[in-house]
């Protein structure tokens, strides 16, 4: 292809319209060209791989006379202790495939390019890429073919691996970020992942949402369990968080977990834990026949919109009578969560609308999984713990999620501001 000049009058400057005119042309020019000469527009030699080479040597060329002082074939380069001395080819991969561009480079050999530095065999935006099929449960060999398919590029399950590594370093200093001294409300639920440590096994990753005083939704963390989900393991994730500046939180939402109440009253004496009322349910079906859960979740709906304790401690004994013989462990698992279960009845309905269930995680979770189980199992814990944070760090790319939540948590939050008036305000200063 031959280059291509558009004249300007000395001493202008072009009007944006006539530019954007005049780049529309240019545009239409090359791909009437592509068409007539049988170019295709993709693919491997197509216009814009040609395009893509086109640009890159004449994004180096002019790097290196930047570096050298004059242009090629200046007389003023003569004698001056460094000159161009030929070029070399390199195969790097971009965003449109393989492309094969020509670094020039000096006699000294002083000359390092910016844009395609030596050693460079990808450029940056193949690396986003790699990272945005990796968040969305592709395995490494997946990638690959991937890349091999759409773009021609060969690129090994190494490099890819390679590639993704280098979030470790962005997933340390997310997990060490300084937080908000106050959040109306943490969201803690917990994922299952397959992870190999000699065999096969299922392993806990909890996660830790926070609403923020300005109705954002914020992941403060990710932890790997091992089993010892008990008063200790918790007190060392929120000491974690609480070392990294979260001093009050006024509602903690969690399924139940064991010792989980006993650390946060260690931690922050004064939060309220809530069980998760969808959870409560689900948990009661396990304990009855499928025949019977229509029935047993008709009869439990009077108890958790009861409009008071003592109105719900009535209705839960009229439930008592009418199904404690034929599923005692239902009427077990509800007495044993009373206590955690039964705060969120005392505030208002727009506090109860959104911490009556862990609805609001489980949408980030339902991601999380999707990425997790296409992965099937994992061969440590820090591939799990990487694949989990990547799925988290692709939540919501167009930013139109956030939008919605921060309305749906304005009136919420108005009432968390009465309900506990004094303790929110600090995070706004």
């Given at each position: 292809?031959?280059?291509?000049?558009i004249?300007?009058?000395?001493?202008s400057?072009p009007?944006?319209?006539?530019?954007?005119a005049s780049?529309?042309?240019?545009v239409?020019?090359?791909v009437?060209?592509?068409r007539s000469?049988?170019?295709q527009?993709?693919g491997?030699?197509?216009?814009l791989q040609?395009?893509t080479?086109?640009?890159?040597?004449s994004a180096?060329?002019?790097?290196i006379t930047?570096h050298?002082?004059?242009?090629?074939?200046?007389a003023?380069?003569?004698?001056?202790?460094?000159?161009?001395?030929g070029t070399?080819?390199?195969t790097?991969?971009t965003?449109?495939?393989?492309?094969?561009?020509?670094?020039?480079?000096?006699?000294?050999g002083?000359f390092?390019?910016?844009?395609v530095k030596?050693?460079?065999?990808?450029?940056?935006?193949?690396?986003?890429?790699?990272?945005s099929?990796?968040?969305k449960?592709l395995?490494?060999?997946?990638?690959?073919?991937?890349l091999?398919e759409v773009?021609?590029?060969?690129v090994?399950k190494a490099t890819?691996?390679t590639?993704?590594?280098?979030?470790?370093?962005?997933m340390a200093?997310?997990s060490?970020r300084?937080?908000d001294?106050v959040?109306?409300v943490l969201f803690?639920d917990a994922i299952?992942?397959?992870?190999r440590?000699?065999?096969?096994?299922?392993r806990?990753?909890?996660v830790?949402?926070a609403?923020?005083?300005e109705?954002?939704?914020?992941?403060?963390g990710?932890w790997?369990?091992?089993g010892?989900?008990?008063?200790?393991?918790?007190?060392?994730?929120?000491?974690?968080?609480?070392n990294?500046?979260?001093?009050?939180?006024?509602?903690?939402?969690?399924?139940?977990l064991k010792?989980?109440?006993e650390?946060?009253?260690?931690v922050w004496?004064r939060?309220i834990?809530?069980?998760c009322?969808v959870h409560l349910?689900?948990n009661?079906?396990?304990?009855?026949?499928?025949?019977d859960w229509?029935?047993?979740?008709?009869?439990l709906?009077?108890?958790y919109?009861?409009p008071?304790?003592a109105a719900?401690?009535?209705?839960?004994?009229?439930?008592?009578?009418?199904?404690g013989?034929?599923?005692p462990a239902?009427?077990?698992?509800?007495?044993n969560?009373?206590?955690e279960?039964?705060?969120?009845?005392?505030?208002?309905?727009?506090?109860?609308?959104?911490?009556c269930s862990?609805?609001a995680?489980?949408s980030v979770?339902a991601r999380i999984?999707k990425a997790?189980?296409a992965?099937?199992?994992?061969?440590?814990?820090a591939a799990a713990?990487k694949?989990?944070?990547?799925a988290?760090?692709?939540l919501?790319?167009?930013?139109?999620?956030r939008k919605?939540w921060?309305?749906?948590?304005k009136?919420?939050?108005?009432?968390f501001q009465?309900?506990f008036e004094g303790?929110?305000?600090?995070?706004?200063?």
């Amino acid at each position: 292809m031959s280059d291509t000049t558009i004249e300007q009058i000395p001493g202008s400057e072009p009007a944006a319209g006539a530019v954007a005119a005049s780049d529309e042309q240019l545009v239409a020019m090359l791909v009437d060209r592509a068409r007539s000469e049988g170019l295709q527009l993709t693919g491997e030699g197509g216009l814009l791989q040609q395009l893509t080479k086109r640009v890159l040597e004449s994004a180096l060329e002019g790097e290196i006379t930047d570096h050298l002082g004059y242009e090629k074939h200046d007389a003023e380069g003569r004698g001056s202790g460094n000159s161009r001395n030929g070029t070399r080819a390199k195969t790097v991969l971009t965003d449109v495939g393989p492309v094969e561009v020509k670094v020039p480079r000096d006699v000294a050999g002083t000359f390092e390019p910016a844009i395609v530095k030596k050693r460079q065999r990808r450029l940056s935006g193949v690396d986003e890429m790699v990272l945005s099929l990796s968040a969305k449960g592709l395995t490494h060999g997946e990638i690959s073919a991937h890349l091999a398919e759409v773009y021609g590029a060969s690129v090994s399950k190494a490099t890819i691996s390679t590639i993704t590594d280098k979030v470790m370093d962005g997933m340390a200093e997310w997990s060490n970020r300084p937080l908000d001294r106050v959040y109306p409300v943490l969201f803690v639920d917990a994922i299952n992942v397959k992870i190999r440590d000699g065999q096969v096994a299922n392993r806990p990753v909890y996660v830790v949402m926070a609403v923020t005083a300005e109705g954002h939704r914020d992941i403060l963390g990710i932890w790997a369990g091992d089993g010892g989900e008990g008063a200790k393991y918790w007190l060392s994730v929120f000491t974690d968080l609480k070392n990294r500046g979260v001093e009050d939180v006024l509602m903690l939402v969690c399924d139940g977990l064991k010792g989980l109440p006993e650390a946060v009253e260690t931690v922050w004496p004064r939060t309220i834990v809530q069980t998760c009322v969808v959870h409560l349910l689900r948990n009661s079906f396990r304990h009855a026949a499928r025949q019977d859960w229509d029935k047993i979740a008709k009869a439990l709906r009077p108890v958790y919109t009861a409009p008071n304790e003592a109105a719900a401690t009535e209705r839960f004994g009229e439930f008592q009578e009418s199904w404690g013989k034929k599923y005692p462990a239902v009427i077990r698992l509800w007495e044993n969560a009373w206590a955690e279960f039964v705060p969120f009845l005392s505030f208002d309905v727009e506090i109860r609308k959104v911490i009556c269930s862990t609805n609001a995680i489980e949408s980030v979770n339902a991601r999380i999984r999707k990425a997790v189980r296409a992965r099937g199992h994992f061969p440590n814990e820090a591939a799990a713990m990487k694949c989990v944070y990547m799925a988290l760090m692709s939540l919501d790319p167009t930013g139109k999620g956030r939008k919605r939540w921060t309305m749906r948590w304005k009136a919420p939050l108005n009432a968390f501001q009465i309900a506990f008036e004094g303790r929110l305000t600090p995070a706004a200063n």
